[in-house]
C-alpha cells in the first residue's frame, strides 16, 4: 500500500506537524511504503526524496524537514483518485492519505475538502467535523444541546472590540458571569496558542488582545478552582461503524491526566519543556469514574459525527468533583510525549497498530462512502 505523510503547513503549529508526522512515517509497517508531502509556510506542497524517509528512520529522534524543490511541486486533479497527487508531470500513487497537520488549514475541514474533491481515502475527520470542533464555541453549543456539561464561558467576536462602549460592556458582564481567574483563548486555534490566564481585568484586556492575533472570534472560559485536567482517546466512525467491524468501532482507550508545572498547560509545557507536564496514564480516578470519562468521550465524539480519531479533554472541579467537557482535538499531536498515542498504548493498542487501526478505517469509511448515489 503506498500511504502520503503529509505535513507542515501554513499554521501557528506547522513546527509540531515536523515532530508527530516524523513518528507516523517512521511507525507504519515497512511493507508499505511511505511517501512525504510537506507544506510550507506559504501553503506550497512539494514531494520529498526518500532519503528523507530513510533518515527518519534510521534515528526514532529525528524531526522531519521540507525540502523546496519547485521540481517537485506537487499538484492536484479533481476526481483523481489514486493518481489525484501530481509531482514533476507524474501521479505518485497513493491509496491513502494520513494528513499529520495541526490547527488551521489542517484540522478545519479546508484540506479534508480538497481530499474529497480528490476523492481519495484519508484518516481522521470529514470537512464538517473537523470545521466544528475546530471552532471551540460551535462544539460547546453542539454538546450543550445534548445535555453534555461543558465549562461556562462567554464568545467576543472582534466586531464587540471595534465599539468602545459594546466592548466595555461586554467585558463588565464577563466579569459578572465568571468572575476572576478567567481562560481567554482564540476559537479556532490549537496547541493553546494565543491562550493565556487572566486574573484582573488589566490582565483580561491583554489576554484578550493576544487571543485576537490569532481569530476573529475568542473564548473567555470559567478558570475552575484548581481543575484537573483529564483526556481521552477516542477512534472509530461515528455515523455508521457497523457492528461487524472492528475497525470502524467507536472505542474509547484509558483516560489519562496532565498535571502541568507551568501555570498551565501552555505551549511551552505541551511541546518545549520534557518537565512541562506529568502525564498519568491512567488517569488517577475510580474505575467509576474512569468509565464515564470514556463514556462521555464517546458521546461527545459521536454528536459531532467524528471519524478516525480525537482527544476529547475534559476539567475536574477538585472541590465539587464536577467533570466538565473543555474541547475535542481531531488531529492530536503524536510527538513522543503526546498523550493521545500514549492512552491507546496503555489500553494494549501499541503505537504501530494504531497507525495501522487509523489507515484501515479511513480506507473502510471511504469504500463505504463510495457505495453512495451521488446523482440520478
Given at each position: 500500500m503506498n500511504i502520503a505523510v503529509i505535513y507542515g503547513g501554513r499554521s501557528g503549529e506547522h513546527e509540531v506537524s515536523l515532530i508527530s508526522a516524523a513518528a507516523i512515517a517512521s511507525n507504519i509497517k515497512k511493507e508499505n511504503k511511505v511517501i512525504l508531502i510537506g507544506i510550507g509556510k506559504d501553503g506550497k506542497w512539494y514531494l520529498q526524496p526518500e532519503s528523507e524517509y530513510e533518515r527518519i528512520c534510521k534515528d526514532s529522534k529525528a524531526i522531519l524537514t521540507i525540502k523546496e524543490d519547485e521540481s517537485k511541486a506537487v499538484s492536484i486533479i479533481p476526481a483523481g483518485k489514486k493518481n489525484a497527487f501530481v509531482a514533476g508531470g507524474k501521479p505518485l500513487d497513493i491509496d491513502v492519505v494520513f494528513p499529520a497537520l495541526h490547527g488551521t488549514y489542517g484540522e478545519d475541514g479546508t484540506i479534508q475538502g480538497l481530499f474529497e474533491m480528490a476523492d481519495i481515502p484519508y484518516v481522521g475527520c470529514t470537512p464538517l467535523a473537523s470545521a466544528l470542533t475546530m471552532d471551540k464555541e460551535k462544539t460547546k453549543l453542539i454538546w450543550q444541546s445534548v445535555g453534555l456539561p461543558v465549562v461556562p464561558y462567554v464568545c467576543i467576536k472582534r466586531s464587540v472590540v471595534l465599539d468602545s462602549v459594546v466592548y466595555d460592556a461586554v467585558i463588565e458582564?464577563?466579569?459578572?458571569?465568571?468572575?476572576?481567574?478567567?481562560?481567554?483563548?482564540?476559537?479556532?486555534?490549537?496547541?493553546?496558542?494565543?491562550?493565556?490566564?487572566?486574573?484582573?481585568?488589566k490582565e483580561l484586556q491583554f489576554a484578550i488582545m493576544e487571543a485576537f492575533n490569532w481569530d476573529d472570534k475568542i473564548l473567555?472560559?470559567?478558570?475552575?478552582?484548581?481543575?484537573?485536567?483529564?483526556?481521552?482517546?477516542?477512534?472509530?466512525?461515528?455515523?455508521?461503524?457497523?457492528?461487524?467491524?472492528?475497525?470502524?468501532?467507536?472505542?474509547?482507550?484509558?483516560?489519562?491526566?496532565i498535571v502541568p508545572n507551568h501555570d498551565f498547560y501552555d505551549f511551552d509545557a505541551k511541546y518545549n519543556d520534557p518537565d512541562g507536564a506529568n502525564l498519568l496514564v491512567?488517569?488517577?480516578?475510580?474505575?467509576?469514574?474512569?468509565?464515564?470519562?470514556?463514556?462521555?468521550?464517546?458521546?461527545?465524539?459521536?454528536?459531532?459525527?467524528?471519524?478516525?480519531?480525537?482527544?476529547?479533554?475534559?476539567?475536574?472541579?477538585?472541590?465539587?468533583?464536577?467533570?466538565?467537557?473543555?474541547?475535542?482535538?481531531?488531529?492530536?499531536?503524536?510527538?513522543?510525549?503526546?498523550?493521545?498515542?500514549?492512552?491507546?498504548?496503555?489500553?494494549g493498542l501499541k503505537?504501530?497498530?494504531?497507525?495501522?487501526?487509523?489507515?484501515?478505517?479511513?480506507i473502510a469509511r471511504y469504500e463505504t462512502k463510495s457505495k453512495l448515489s451521488t446523482s440520478r
Open positions: 458582564e464577563t466579569e459578572k458571569e465568571l468572575g476572576y481567574p478567567m481562560f481567554v483563548k482564540p476559537c479556532c486555534a490549537g496547541s493553546s496558542n494565543g491562550a493565556s490566564k487572566a486574573k484582573d481585568r473567555v472560559e470559567k478558570a475552575l478552582n484548581n481543575a484537573r485536567e483529564i483526556e481521552c482517546s477516542v477512534t472509530g466512525n461515528s455515523v455508521t461503524y457497523p457492528a461487524d467491524s472492528d475497525v470502524e468501532d467507536v472505542v474509547a482507550y484509558i483516560p489519562g491526566e491512567p488517569a488517577e480516578l475510580s474505575e467509576n469514574d474512569l468509565e464515564k470519562i470514556r463514556k462521555t468521550a464517546c458521546a461527545a465524539y459521536k454528536v459531532l459525527d467524528a471519524t478516525g480519531l480525537s482527544r476529547v479533554d475534559f476539567f475536574i472541579d477538585r472541590d465539587t468533583k464536577a467533570v466538565y467537557l473543555n474541547e475535542i482535538n481531531t488531529m492530536p499531536g503524536f510527538t513522543q510525549i503526546s498523550m493521545f498515542p500514549k492512552m491507546c498504548d496503555a489500553a503505537f504501530p497498530e494504531l497507525i495501522d487501526l487509523l489507515i484501515e478505517e479511513a
